[in-house]
């Protein structure tokens, strides 16, 4: 897999039309959506580099991250700051923060996120189970839990992802990821989302399965 993988799976991604309750931020209705349709190449562009064997699921994008950025649990700082330990993301990089973001709080859930995988030395792949910002319908700027059928909508997202990278293990984050991958028959480990002060589990969660042999 490649580049052209890459490209097609944005393609297919931008093509899943929004609903009053689901915003597709990588649709072409919207000209700023470009912007995040090129982060997201970018993001998984340098994944590819790296040939991780993981894939973290999450549950949905935030309005104050991937819905602005583009990319899975990133936010405002991360994109305007230094490169994280990994290389990642900073002010220099190919990396566009879009315009509308620039005032907006950052997502706390992202910072939690790198800083835990930089302090086990572990980079994954990072995916959501519903890979559009669902929210309350009329109000933009609020976060709702997937329904299934946003999630099971997702499920070809995730799946084309353990093809394009040699991912060996998927590993659910949170209840809505772990039910999305268990309705596919996938029988995924399952660790605590780092959000609403779940930082010390989610890196416990993490930590078991690195010893265990499960995540490398």
């Known amino acids: 897999m490649g580049p052209s993988s890459i490209d097609d799976f944005i393609s297919r991604l931008a093509a899943v039309e929004s609903t009053p309750g689901c915003n597709n931020f990588f649709d072409h209705s919207v000209p700023g959506n470009a912007l995040r349709r090129h982060n ?5 562009g340098d994944m590819l580099d790296r040939a991780p064997k993981v894939l973290l699921v999450g549950e949905a994008p935030g309005f104050r991250g991937m819905r602005l950025t583009g990319v899975p649990f990133t ?23 879009p315009p509308e973001a620039a005032t907006v709080p950052a997502e706390p859930t992202a910072t939690v996120m790198w800083e835990v995988l930089a302090e086990l030395d572990f980079l994954p792949v990072l995916w959501s189970a519903c890979p559009w910002h669902t929210h309350v319908p009329g109000q933009p700027l609020s976060n709702r839990t997937p329904k299934p059928a946003e999630a099971e909508l997702g499920t070809p997202f995730w799946q084309a992802l353990t093809r394009i990278f040699p991912i060996e293990t998927v590993i659910a984050v949170g209840n809505v990821a772990h039910g999305s991958l268990r309705r596919t028959g996938l029988d995924a480990p399952k660790i605590r989302h780092p959000a609403h002060g779940g930082r010390a589990r989610f890196k416990q969660g993490l930590q078991e399965l690195l010893a265990g042999g499960m995540a490398q």
Do not use: D, K
């Open 40 to 44: 997201l190449a970018a993001y998984l």
């Open 75 to 97: 936010n405002r700082t991360m994109f305007q700051g230094a490169a994280n330990a990994f290389g990642l993301f900073g002010a220099g990089h190919r990396y566009v923060l």
